[in-house]
């Protein structure tokens, strides 16, 4: 009999969209072989809470033959319970030893040290999205136009992305993306509006996320598209070169005439 395999896995599950619950389950899987032919044996232990004060932890050790649990301690129970004639024997004699008193310190010793450093570096981590607010259609032959309003680098996943229309949250002509993983173990997300412009109105992004205790809002300035922005910008930018070379031009001219000696014909 050796040891074939020894392996730790995290595994996180998060609820609904609303709301903020986490459950968290530690597994480590330690992997028997007792025989070629295929048949193994080995012991699942599960350390499972959903809330990161750690009063619900419930620990679990599981003996398995070819994937069927033979005999099990729940710290719930107390005690070992057999799910097989062999796994029944087990029981009884490890309820009788000193096994079931190792088994119920583990609850102490294993699975609070190892949730807490789980939820602190991973389940409780955020990181604040960074939002940027577009135009990505401008109302023009009776085509309403698009604002686009996206969430950048944040965590964790679960995001509440809306918009406002003079104060009002607004239910309809909205798209939106799912939280799209980067890879790096941040996400983003982007919502759309469609909207028919009108003069006075105030239109915000609203961004709720676990990294800010407040809403995030982002007023849109419909002052002038981003388009016409960027072209004034880009306008005024060529202006103030154009007189900054003319009067260097100028200067140039007066210093050389400056110091010529005009001779009479």
């Known amino acids: 009999m050796n040891w074939s395999s020894v392996s730790q896995t995290l595994s996180v599950s998060v609820g609904c969209r609303d709301k903020m619950l986490l459950s968290l389950q530690l597994l480590l899987l330690l992997t028997l072989t007792i025989r070629t032919d295929g048949y193994y044996y080995y ?3 599960d350390c499972i809470t959903s809330s ?6 419930e620990y679990i050790d599981t003996y398995h033959f070819n994937k069927d649990p033979v005999i099990r301690f729940n710290s719930t129970v107390g005690e ?3 799910y097989t004639e062999l796994g029944v024997k087990n029981a009884e004699r490890w309820n009788k030893g000193p096994e079931v008193q190792q088994a119920r310190g583990e609850l102490e010793r294993y699975c609070k040290p190892n949730l807490g450093i789980d939820f602190s570096t991973v389940l409780e981590k955020t990181v604040k999205p960074r939002i940027k607010l577009v135009a990505e259609q401008q109302a023009s032959g009776g085509h309403p136009a698009m604002l686009m309003c996206s969430a950048y680098d944040f965590y964790p ?10 104060g009002e949250k607004v239910t ?5 993306t799912e939280e799209m993983a980067d890879g790096d173990w941040y996400y983003q ?3 759309h509006l469609e909207y028919t412009p009108t003069s006075g109105e105030k239109i915000s992004c609203v961004v709720e996320h676990a990294s800010s205790k407040k809403p995030i809002i982002i007023e849109w300035d419909g002052s002038l598209p981003e388009s016409e922005r960027n072209k004034i ?3 005024t930018s060529g202006l103030v070169l154009g007189i900054i070379l003319t009067a260097a031009g100028f ?3 007066k210093k050389k005439s400056s110091g010529r000696i005009l001779v009479p014909s």
């Open 233 to 235: 910008a880009i306008g």
């Open 43 to 45: 012991m699942t232990t």
């Open 157 to 166: 996943p679960v995001i509440d992305v809306y918009w406002l229309r003079n």
């Open 189 to 191: 997300i982007h919502s």
């Open 52 to 57: 990161s004060d750690l009063t619900d932890v």
């Open 172 to 176: 309809s002509d909205v798209t939106a």
């Open 251 to 253: 200067l140039y001219y």
């Open 80 to 82: 070992y319970v057999g």
